[in-house]
C-alpha cells in the first residue's frame, strides 16, 4: 500500500503539472476545472461526471462536485477549447517523433438509448455497420519518438448537417487547415478509404503537403500515355518487392509491392506514384505525392500506410478505455468539452507509454495485474495505453484524497511579528 501511495501521489503531481502547464491562459477557477477533469477521467477510466467526481474524493456532497463540474463544462466555450488545444500541441510536441507521419481518420459516437439530445442525428457504427443516433467525429494523431505510440493532435466531434453541423468536407478542411498550422508540410499525411475526394486532394496540393491516400474510387488515370481506369492500371503492376508484415495479433504476412506512375485528371492532372500492395487479400492500392529520392520507396509507403492502425487504437481506447459512448452530458457545448478533454487525457497517457524504460511506467505496467512477465510484455505489446490506464486507476484508488488541495488557498499566517525578529514561535 505504502508503495501505491508514492506512486500515486507522484502520478498526482504529474497530471498537475501537466495540467497548469497547458492551461497557463486560464482564470484559476478554470484551471482548477481541467485539472479536475483530467484526474477524474484518468483516475476513474470514465466519461461520467458521477464517477470522475467521485474519483476527485473531494470532502463536500457528490452532488455538489457533479454541478460543479457540469456547470463548469457547460459555460467552456468553443474559443476556450481552441487556446486549450494549442497549448495541449505545444506541450505534446516535444514527445513527437522526427521522423513522424499524421494519420487522420473520422469515427462515431453514437447514443442509441438517447434520441432527444441536442443536434443528435443518425450516423454508421462503425462497430455494428448499422445506423444509429449520435454524431461524428474527425480525429488526427502524431507518432511519438520511441514506441510509435499515436499521440492525438486534432479531435473535433460534430452533427450531422442536417442537424446544423458543416458536414464532412468542411471538418476536414478545419483539421487539414488545424494541422496545417502546427506541422510542416513534409510531414505524410496517411488517409484511409473514403479521404480521396477532390476537394480533399486539392487542398493538400495546394497547399503543398505530402500525403498517402488509400483508393476506394475505381477513377480514370493517364498511364505511360494512355486512359485506363485505376483498377485495371493496378492488376498490371509488377510487384517485385517484398515486405514481411507483422500483425498485432502476431501472425506474419509476406506482401509484394510494386510501383508506377500516373496522371489523374480528376485531381487536377496530378502526378502521383500508385503503390499497389499484394498479399492482404484484395489488393491495397495506394497514392502518394511521396518524392522517389530514397531507396525502397514504395516499401516505405506501405509501412507507413499500415501504421494507421494506431489511429484505430486509438479511437478503441477511447470508447472502450475511457466508456465516452457512456457520457451522460446532453447538450453539443458540453459533449464537444467532454471530448476535448478526454482527448488531451489520452495524451497525457500516450506521452507516458511513450518512455516505456521509465520506472514509473514498468511500475505501472506491473501493477496493473495484467502480466508477470513486465519485460516480455514490453516486447510483444505495441500498444501500451490499456495497462498504463489500469496501473494509474489502482494507484489513485490507494490515495485518501484527489488533487483540491493544490488549489486551495494558502492561510493567512497570524502568527505574531516583533520588530527585529521574524517570527516568536
Request: contains cysteine; positive net charge.
Amino acid at each position: 500500500m505504502t508503495h501505491y501511495n508514492t506512486l500515486g501521489n507522484r502520478l498526482k503531481v504529474g497530471i498537475v503539472n501537466f495540467s497548469n502547464k497547458i492551461s497557463r491562459g486560464f482564470k484559476k477557477t478554470t484551471r482548477k476545472f481541467i485539472a479536475d477533469m483530467l484526474f477524474g477521467i484518468i483516475a476513474a477510466s470514465s466519461s461520467k461526471l458521477t464517477e470522475i467526481s467521485r474519483a476527485l474524493k473531494e470532502p463536500i456532497a457528490l452532488k455538489k462536485t457533479t454541478e460543479r463540474l457540469g456547470r463548469n463544462l457547460s459555460d467552456f466555450s468553443g474559443k476556450d477549447r481552441a487556446i486549450l488545444m494549442n497549448d495541449y500541441l505545444a506541450a505534446a510536441k516535444s514527445a513527437i517523433g522526427q521522423d513522424t507521419m499524421i494519420l487522420i481518420d473520422g469515427g462515431d459516437v453514437t447514443k442509441p438509448c438517447s434520441p432527444k439530445m441536442e443536434a443528435i442525428g443518425y450516423v454508421r457504427d462503425g462497430d455494428t455497420g448499422k445506423f444509429a443516433p449520435g454524431y461524428w467525429t474527425i480525429g488526427a494523431v502524431a507518432l511519438s519518438g520511441e514506441n510509435r505510440q499515436p499521440i492525438p493532435v486534432y479531435e473535433n466531434l460534430y452533427p450531422c448537417k442536417k442537424q446544423g453541423g458543416l458536414g464532412a468536407n468542411e471538418e476536414i478542411a478545419k483539421c487539414l487547415q488545424n494541422l496545417r498550422e502546427s506541422f510542416d508540410a513534409d510531414i505524410p499525411r496517411v488517409f484511409d478509404r473514403g479521404f480521396d475526394t477532390q476537394g480533399i486532394v486539392k487542398n493538400l496540393l495546394e497547399n503543398g503537403e505530402v500525403f498517402i491516400l488509400r483508393a476506394s474510387q475505381n477513377r480514370v488515370a493517364v498511364h505511360h500515355g494512355k486512359k485506363s481506369y485505376v483498377n485495371d492500371i493496378a492488376k498490371k503492376v509488377v510487384c517485385e518487392d517484398e515486405l514481411v508484415y507483422t500483425s498485432k495479433s502476431g501472425e506474419k504476412v509476406k506482401c509484394k509491392i510494386g510501383m508506377t506512375q500516373v496522371t489523374i485528371p480528376s485531381f487536377y492532372n496530378a502526378k502521383l506514384n500508385l503503390v499497389v500492395c499484394r498479399g492482404f487479400g484484395e489488393p491495397i492500392v495506394l497514392y502518394t505525392n511521396l518524392p522517389e529520392d530514397f531507396e525502397f520507396i514504395a516499401v516505405r509507403i506501405v509501412k507507413a500506410y499500415l501504421m494507421r492502425w494506431r489511429i484505430e487504437e486509438y479511437y478503441a481506447f477511447k470508447k472502450q478505455g475511457l466508456n465516452f459512448e457512456d457520457f451522460r452530458v446532453r447538450s453539443i457545448n458540453s459533449i464537444k468539452n467532454l471530448n476535448l478533454l478526454l482527448t488531451i487525457a489520452i495524451g497525457y497517457i500516450a506521452m507516458l507509454s511513450d518512455n516505456s524504460a521509465c520506472t514509473a511506467v514498468i511500475e505501472l505496467i506491473e501493477i496493473s495485474k495484467r502480466i508477470q512477465k513486465t519485460e516480455v510484455f514490453l516486447k510483444k505489446t505495441k500498444f501500451l495505453f490499456y495497462a498504463i490506464l489500469s496501473g494509474i486507476t489502482a494507484a489513485f484508488a490507494s490515495l485518501r484524497c484527489g488533487i483540491s488541495h493544490y488549489f486551495a488557498p494558502v492561510p493567512h499566517d497570524n502568527q505574531l511579528m516583533i520588530r527585529g525578529m521574524k517570527f516568536l514561535g
